[in-house]
């Protein structure tokens, strides 16, 4: 079961600014940090942001994090074909004492 | 380079027991810099994580799963279990082992490929 929501899709044409939420609770995201992970089709998770909006190394400057109260929003700035994935938020949860992730939204370059 | 592998059968039969071993090399997973977690998602559906060790022993599964789910290590194969017990095909998914860097707050870096395991008679 998933207790961060996000919308099932998401859409914009090459070079547009997609933006996706992730919505959860004070024990989660209003209390802990924030990650994002990218899925390309057929692969494995990928870290993309960690700790609210940081950027792994090698992650393009185009993805952003931020977050206010208990949700998060991922950006992606000029968006590219090669973009075209699932994404998903996840954070600790302490009433939990556990990982919880979105639901996932599925990202499409038109 | 870090790398995990996940293996184990392909199929189990409903009741049993699933035994998946993730194998990791480029680091120890003695390290006391890191936690190892493991993860299922069902195809077409979402992400959901299963529970994670750390080097002491001590060990956070999810609570839908607590009472079937066993996370243990071999240090001497630098090795991560995971073993799921009375499953059903509810259980069928890909599994995911990953380096789960709490100490640090960085995420889940890196990921394993992946290994499907369908639960059917």
């Known amino acids: 079961q998933s207790v961060l929501t996000q919308p099932p899709s998401a859409s914009g044409t090459p070079g547009q600014r997609v933006t996706i939420s992730c919505s959860g609770g004070?024990?989660?995201?209003?209390?802990?940090?924030v990650y994002w992970y990218q899925q390309l089709p057929g692969t494995a998770p990928k870290l993309l942001i960690y700790?609210?909006?940081r950027r792994p190394s090698g992650v393009p400057d185009r993805f952003s994090g931020s977050k206010s109260g208990t949700s998060a929003s991922l950006a992606i700035s000029g968006l590219r074909s090669e973009d075209e994935a699932d994404y998903y938020c996840?954070?600790?949860?302490?009433?939990?004492?556990?990982?919880?992730f979105g639901t996932g939204t599925k990202v499409t370059a038109l | 380079q870090v790398q995990l592998q996940e293996s184990g059968p392909g199929l189990v039969k409903p009741s049993q027991t699933l035994s998946l071993t993730c194998s990791v090399s480029?680091?120890?997973?003695?390290?006391?810099?890191?936690?190892w977690s493991w993860f299922r998602q069902p195809a077409g559906k979402g992400l959901e994580w299963i529970g994670r060790?750390?080097?002491?022993?001590?060990?956070n599964y999810n609570p839908s799963l607590k009472s079937r789910v066993t996370i243990s290590v071999d240090t001497s194969k630098n090795q991560v279990s995971l073993n799921l017990s009375s499953v059903t095909a509810a259980d069928t998914a890909v599994y995911y082992c990953?380096?789960?860097?709490?100490?640090?707050?960085?995420?889940?870096?890196?990921w394993g490929q992946g290994t499907l395991v369908t639960v059917s008679s």
């Open positions: 996840a954070a600790w949860d302490d009433s939990l004492s556990g990982y919880v």
């Open positions: 060790i750390y080097i002491s022993g001590s060990t």
């Open positions: 004070s024990s989660n995201i209003g209390s802990n940090y």
């Open positions: 990953a380096r789960d860097q709490q100490l640090a707050l960085n995420g889940f870096d890196p």
């Open positions: 700790k609210h909006n």
């Open positions: 480029g680091v120890s997973i003695s390290s006391e810099s890191y936690y």
